[in-house]
């Protein structure tokens, strides 16, 4: 595989710059912390890996048969980070209230609704995939270095949101994170929609 500095470099842009996934991290990692945040991660990284995979197999083939599959999906994430905003926003500071912290579950099944996770697997497998290769090995390839880029990525997301905490412990303070990073996610899913 020639193409491997720019998928990495693809991949890493991908993973490090603010999108829906890091807005989560970063808002897990300062309110639940590290260990709050793993579950997150892996989720994020196992449900991307997935994504990778189907794309890289096939799949891509089916959305680019079917464009309005790829719009029902583009608008139902949109809807889904408005609700995850508004939910954020809405989060009370921490106590007896203070909400949970996402599940592996949770993060794995976002990524179906995440259009930047789609996007980043669509490019991979149209752009990155070798054409003259053993499809389920290159698919495999490609799915370990998304991961392997992507890790420290989401990682320095939630140890942001952690080095933030004590900033955070102040009801107020706590409050206008939540209100900005909900903020933040309503604008993207506002950009998901164009």
């Known amino acids: 595989m020639t193409e491997l ?15 829906p996934n890091n807005v989560m991290l970063a808002t897990t990692g300062a309110n639940f912390g590290y260990r709050g945040a793993l579950p997150v991660i892996l989720g994020i990284q196992v449900g991307i890996f997935v994504q990778t995979m189907l794309m890289c197999v096939g799949l891509g083939s089916v959305l680019i048969a079917y464009p309005m599959t790829q719009q029902l999906m583009r608008i139902a994430g949109a809807l889904y980070l408005m609700f995850l905003a508004w939910k954020l926003a809405a989060a009370s500071v921490a106590g007896s209230s203070a909400p949970r912290a996402v599940s592996f579950a949770q993060a794995v099944l976002f990524q179906a609704l995440n259009p930047k996770s789609w996007l980043k697997a669509v490019t991979m497998a149209s752009v990155f995939m070798p054409s003259q290769s053993n499809m389920l090995a290159s698919a495999l390839l490609l799915s370990v270095i998304g991961t392997v880029v992507g890790m420290p990525c989401n990682t320095m997301w939630a140890l942001f949101g952690v080095s933030i905490r004590n900033v955070l412990k102040a009801p107020r303070n706590q409050r206008i994170f939540n209100l900005v990073m909900g ?10 929609l164009r």
């Open 183 to 192: 903020a933040i996610l309503l604008v993207l899913s506002v950009m998901f």
């Open 5 to 19: 500095l720019p998928l990495m470099s693809y991949c890493f842009v991908m993973s490090v710059t603010p999108g």
